[in-house]
């Protein structure tokens, strides 16, 4: 039960990511910086979390920051700068569904990054291992099948009218550059993970891991390279329109989604969490069809099920996992007892023997 709840919850964190990726596409159509937005955003959610921070801490102090806690922070600001500036370029270049596509990459990434840094454990003899690499795989493989295989429409909207939205959508994409910033924007996707988990397994104040590393380093990371890529001063003031909105968005993005995601990261890994990220090509496209006026495709439909079979996989090879790891306890703490026990025997014949 408690990891269907889990589920939820990151399943409705990508479900915000993929709204933040298409208001700031159409924000970016229409003229708004990338660099802009990724500042602006960054800077603004810091007004979200800072009364939270205050609430959670009203009773309790808390935890100590000492310099390697700050040093940590500050290097998991740059990588999330680093994410958030490659992921909203390469959006610009291409659109939101290749976005969430090239996401895919991300459990991939974390997994083998996670095994570098000894967080992950593979044991080809396991089958919980065998389970969580087969299923990265076939996500992988579901994400590069609606990327790329377009097939016949199934659903189509006959209205001739464009949405105002999808006019700001419709632009000529560059499909492979953008594709080249998103895959390294889920290289960074995926060190933000691992670095998450790294913090908040010493730093256990999810709030404040986001609003320092988040809020403060990356929007001063951030600004910094605004005020080098963007030379006219005008990008600074957003219009009152699409453009505002989708910042206003994107902060509560930043608040909330790194939030719980730490938390998750903390709670349960970083390849746990990673692997959510498949489910985002499924929302993009519902999204597309709802919203944008798109229209769904034969390779969505399928890449979006042989997605779904491999979180399927993946959650099945956590699930087993578990599942062994609480055996394991049991055997510790029952050969424990039984050693403690067999201790006593010989203490109590003893004094019936002086008796």
């Known amino acids: 039960m408690w990891e269907m709840k889990l589920g939820i919850i990151l399943l409705g964190m990508e479900g915000i990511s993929v709204g933040t990726n298409t208001l700031s596409k159409a924000a970016m159509a229409k003229g708004m910086s990338n660099y802009i937005f990724t500042t602006y955003t960054h800077a603004l959610a810091l007004f979200f979390l800072l009364p939270l921070a205050f609430f959670l801490h009203r009773k309790t102090r808390p935890p100590v920051i000492?310099?390697?806690?700050?040093?940590?922070?500050?290097?998991?600001?740059?990588?999330?700068?680093?994410?958030?500036?490659?992921?909203?370029?390469?959006?610009?270049?291409?659109?939101?569904?290749?976005?969430?596509?090239?996401?895919?990459?991300?459990?991939?990434?974390?997994?083998?990054?996670?095994?570098?840094?000894?967080?992950?454990?593979?044991?080809?003899?396991?089958?919980?291992?065998?389970?969580?690499l087969i299923g990265t795989i076939v996500s992988i493989s579901g994400a590069f099948i609606v990327t790329f295989y377009q097939g016949l429409p199934i659903i189509l909207f006959p209205s001739p009218n464009k949405t105002y939205l999808h006019s700001l959508l419709d632009i000529q994409p560059n499909w492979t550059v953008g594709g080249l910033l998103l895959a390294t924007s889920s290289i960074f996707f995926s060190l933000t993970y691992i670095a998450k988990t790294w913090i908040a397994r010493d730093f256990n104040s999810e709030v404040l891991i986001t609003l320092i590393s988040c809020c403060i380093f990356e929007t001063i990371v951030a600004a910094m390279v605004t005020l080098i890529a963007e030379n006219d001063a005008s990008v600074w003031t957003p219009t009152l329109d699409i453009e505002l909105i989708s910042i206003l968005f994107g902060a509560i993005d930043v608040a909330i989604v790194n939030t719980v995601n730490t938390w998750a990261c903390r709670v349960k890994g970083p390849v746990f969490v990673a692997m959510f990220k498949p489910l985002q090509m499924i929302i993009a496209v519902i999204m597309g069809v709802s919203?944008?006026?798109?229209?769904?495709?034969?390779?969505?439909?399928?890449?979006?099920?042989?997605?779904?079979?491999?979180?399927?996989?993946?959650?099945?090879?956590?699930?087993?996992?578990?599942?062994?790891?609480?055996?394991?306890?049991?055997?510790?703490?029952?050969?424990?007892?039984?050693?403690?026990?067999?201790?006593?025997?010989?203490?109590?014949?003893?004094?019936?023997?002086?008796?």
């Open 66 to 132: 000492g310099w390697s806690i700050i040093l940590r922070l500050f290097l998991l600001g740059i990588l999330s700068c680093g994410c958030s500036i490659f992921l909203f370029v390469g959006i610009r270049y291409s659109s939101p569904t290749l976005a969430s596509a090239m996401n895919n990459l991300s459990p991939a990434f974390t997994f083998i990054i996670a095994i570098i840094f000894r967080m992950e454990m593979v044991n080809l003899s396991a089958q919980s291992n065998i389970f969580k």
């Open 291 to 355: 919203f944008l006026g798109d229209v769904l495709h034969v390779g969505s439909v399928i890449g979006g099920l042989i997605i779904a079979l491999g979180f399927y996989t993946v959650m099945k090879g956590k699930a087993e996992e578990e599942i062994h790891k609480g055996i394991d306890e049991n055997r510790l703490i029952n050969s424990a007892e039984e050693e403690t026990g067999s201790h006593k025997v010989p203490m109590l014949q003893n004094r019936d023997i002086d008796a």
